[in-house]
């Protein structure tokens, strides 16, 4: 009886130890995070050892064409910096770049922890494993400030079609034309309407590495509200970020043209009519 009791005073002893450890680790989550969304216990490690806690995509997921990148940071070398808090690569098995991104901070980047997002566009023509490669915003310059986090992922592959965008050139702005847009290459996912896609890339704008050389006349954030092509017609309805603070005849003419060319490219689209919101009438007005 004497040995029964003991048994049962050390089990209440260790489920009592146990509680505290448990209590502990959720209290020192709550005040870690300040409200941040994560997991009770992975995300913790993960703050000590590199201030960085992807909360999407999971690791070692498969991830998918265009794959939205969100997390935070926490401090020990991971803070922000003039609205970003770091930069992310994405790489095949080969270590070749797929795509890259800027982690751009969706909070106050001076106060941590800081939220970031990113979105990445790529293509495989092989089912692949991967890595997600994030560095730090090291804005002294000095080496042994850089942090790295690397994530393994899975990389399906993906039928891919190329489709053309339309975008000003940097270059050309001496003998700026203001109707003068040039094709950039996309890859995207295989679909039965080409059009639609093709307009969705236009309205990203150019990517980080396209930005050296071309620019884009459209308001960021753009939505397309439908898009029909019948006899030769497209017609292509936006919401009303379209012309949302759009001045001048010549930036008029520069979207219409980005609008319009990118739709042409297609042999069943011969011309294109433009309304926000259904309205045809008095839209992009200088």
Not at 120 to 131: E, H, P, R, V
Not at 185 to 197: E, I, L
Not at 252 to 262: F, H, P, W
């Amino acid at each position: 009886m004497k040995i029964l009791t003991q048994k049962i005073s050390s089990l209440i002893g260790i489920i009592f130890l146990l509680s505290v450890v448990v209590l502990g680790v959720i209290f020192i989550e709550k005040n870690n995070t300040k409200g941040t969304p994560q997991s009770i216990f992975g995300p913790i490690l993960r703050i000590s050892k590199t201030g960085l806690v992807v909360i999407n995509p999971l690791p070692e997921s498969q991830i998918s064409s265009p794959l939205k990148i969100t997390g935070y940071v926490n401090g020990d070398g991971w803070t922000g910096f003039e609205g970003q808090v770091g930069n992310v690569k994405l790489l095949d098995s080969a270590g070749n770049a797929l795509a890259a991104g800027i982690l751009a901070a969706t909070t106050e980047w001076t106060k941590l922890p800081t939220n970031f997002e990113v979105t990445l566009n790529f293509q495989s023509t092989i089912a692949q494993l991967g890595t997600l490669v994030f560095k730090n915003e090291n804005p002294s310059g000095l080496q042994e400030k850089d942090k790295e986090f690397i994530l393994p992922v899975k990389i399906p592959k993906v039928e891919t079609m190329m489709v053309s965008v339309f975008f000003n050139v940097i270059a050309s702005m001496e003998n700026y034309e203001c109707n003068n847009v040039f094709a950039v290459n996309r890859f995207v996912p295989k679909t039965s309407a080409p059009a639609r896609a093709a307009l969705e890339e236009l309205l990203k704008g150019p990517t980080e590495t396209e930005k050296s050389q071309y620019f884009t006349s459209i308001n960021s954030g753009v939505k397309i509200q439908s898009l029909t092509i019948e006899n030769g017609v497209a017609k292509a309805d936006f919401d009303e970020q379209l012309e949302y603070q759009v001045g001048g005849s010549c930036r008029v003419a520069a979207i219409r043209a980005q609008i319009t060319q990118t739709l042409k490219q297609f042999s069943t689209v011969k011309n294109v009519v433009i309304s926000i919101n259904g309205r045809t009438e008095d839209i992009l007005q200088p």
